[in-house]
């Protein structure tokens, strides 16, 4: 049952990413693959941010949390696709541009995985300092 879920929740990671990586390719016209860029900067963001609230706050079936972090969001975010557009860009001699993906979207990663551990700590944090009970 646990690769089912993962399975499910995976096919709809993969449809959410080829939607925004699409989207934003109609909206913005660049040789930076910012479509993807977005992709797993929001993708880790949102992990972190999921399993600090759902490790430390929320209660949840871990068959459910297994389906969202890594069915829904290891099919949302891609490493492989990030390898091939660097590999793309440096090809095609846009070094400037191909030295920015590479560096910035592990960076750009990290500070958002950071972010949104920091968002969910302080969201477990604030509902128990926060309930307005006085002892």
């Keep these: ?8 929740a995976g096919f709809f990671g993969a449809v959410a990413r080829a939607v925004l990586g699409e989207a934003v390719k109609g909206l913005v016209v660049t040789a930076f ?8 900067i ?18 949840i079936n871990p068959r459910l949390r297994l389906a969202i972090g890594t ?6 975010t891609t490493f492989s696709t990030f390898a091939v557009d660097s590999i793309n860009l440096i090809r095609s001699d846009q070094i ?23 968002a969910g700590k ?9 309930t307005g009970t006085s002892e």
């Design 1 to 8: 049952m646990d690769y089912l879920a993962v399975a499910m």
């Design 33 to 40: 693959p910012l479509g993807i860029f977005i992709v797993n």
């Design 71 to 76: 069915g829904f969001l290891g099919a949302y």
């Design 96 to 118: 400037w541009i191909s030295l920015a993906y590479i560096v910035g979207t592990p960076v750009g990663c990290t500070v958002m995985a950071m972010i949104g551990a920091a």
């Design 42 to 59: 929001t993708g880790c963001f949102i992990l972190s941010f999921f399993l600090r609230l759902t490790l430390e706050r929320l209660e």
């Design 122 to 130: 302080g969201l477990t944090e604030r509902r128990d300092t926060g």
